[in-house]
């Protein structure tokens, strides 16, 4: 188990800002309530404090609804949703869901999944969609890099198309979703370049990590740390049920990352991002300082 980053003597805090509760497998549970079930299972065995459920772009019985899950979660402090959007839906009605449930406050972010439907993030049919973020100071999550689906395309994937939306929506924060793998250094500019934009470490991998992909990517995300050089940047996401959980922390524990990076990526920088409240965490501060 990860130990704590400066600031206490007891095991780290850690946000896991980007798991979901679709059903992947036949083998998977067929419930969404014994898919929550085994989440919260897993948030207790590595030590979760929250975990970010992201709904997705599309609603099937293996793949519920934003509102499914708000319901199952109920008042469930330790979970926090993110709303996937669908360009295929009405847009007057999307819009009009996400503002009740955004004015309501039931949902901590947006997600939108470039690849698996064909757009791009710069599309001006999103504007309505970035302003709605902007006036409730949610984030905009943003499939970036492979794709799960191999019918998805990745051109609409590429973290550089980001580049574009953040310059254009600048009161509009944006995380990266998956660090662009494998487009690792593209990724790291639009962090790098643009105040708005963060990223997220989540589903480099299919389950736990085999040691010769794993050496890789830590090549990778240490070249990310020492590129970005900013402990407010990188935001740690396992993508479970995708990936491992317990495997991703061990992971992260052997990044070569400075105390502020560690303590950063594990969870303040989630808590600040999407504006959660800590109980307990030592100077935890509350909002996206720069668009509060």
């Known amino acids: ?35 929550y079930a085994l989440l919260r299972a897993e948030m207790e065995t590595h030590g979760i404090r929250q975990a970010l459920v992201l709904s997705s772009y599309a609603v099937t019985p293996e793949r519920p609804s934003t509102r499914d899950i708000l319901e199952l979660v109920g008042n469930d402090a330790r979970i926090g949703v993110v709303a996937g959007v669908r360009l295929g839906r009405d847009r007057a009605e999307e819009l009009a869901e996400l503002r009740e449930l955004l004015e309501a406050g039931r949902i901590k972010g947006l997600k939108l999944y470039p690849g698996y439907e064909p757009f791009y993030v710069h599309d001006a049919g999103l504007r309505e969609l970035y302003a709605l973020a902007g006036r409730f100071h949610v984030p ?29 929506f600048p009161d509009v924060t944006f995380v990266l979703c998956h660090l662009g793998n494998p487009w690792f250094a593209d990724a790291m500019e639009v962090v790098y370049k643009n105040a708005n934009v963060y990223a997220d470490i989540s589903g480099l ?88």
Do not use: Q
């Open 140 to 168: 905009v999550m943003i499939h970036t890099g492979d794709t799960y689906a191999p019918k998805a395309r990745v051109k609409y994937a590429h973290p550089l198309t980001v580049d574009e939306a953040a310059v254009e």
């Open 205 to 292: 991998t299919l389950g736990a990590f085999e040691e010769r992909f794993e050496r890789f990517a830590l090549g990778k995300v240490n070249e990310a740390l020492a590129y970005i050089n900013n402990p407010d940047k990188l935001l740690f996401g396992s993508d479970w049920p995708i990936s491992d959980i317990g495997s991703y922390l061990d992971f992260t524990r052997r990044l070569d990352a400075t105390p502020e990076e560690r303590e950063g990526l594990l969870w303040r920088n989630a808590a600040r991002v999407f504006r959660l409240e800590l109980e307990g965490a030592p100077g935890a501060t509350h909002g996206d300082d720069r668009t509060a």
């Open 1 to 35: 188990m990860l130990r704590a980053t400066r600031g206490s003597g007891g095991p780290a805090l850690v946000i896991d800002c980007h798991t979901h509760l679709n059903r992947y497998t036949p083998e998977a549970p067929a419930t969404l309530a014994e898919r």
